[in-house]
């Protein structure tokens, strides 16, 4: 979960799901971020830095 630490600090809540479509990623509601248990450590932190993006937050 260490690539979401950015978005918790937001006070995002970051949840695996083991049943979700493979690679999958889903945002039913604001601050609520699902996402595949299988994702790749180097897929989740593309997930975060969009989702980062998308909130105005600019990552180096």
């Known amino acids: 979960m260490e690539p979401f630490a950015g978005l918790m600090l937001l006070g995002y809540r970051v949840r695996e799901v083991r049943d979700?479509?493979?690679?999958?990623?889903?945002?039913?509601?604001?601050?609520?971020l699902l996402i595949d248990a299988a994702l790749a450590t180097d897929e989740r932190v593309q997930v975060a830095a969009r989702v980062l993006e998308l909130e105005g937050v600019t990552t180096q």
């Open 20 to 32: 979700l479509a493979e690679g999958s990623i889903f945002v039913p509601g604001p601050g609520l």
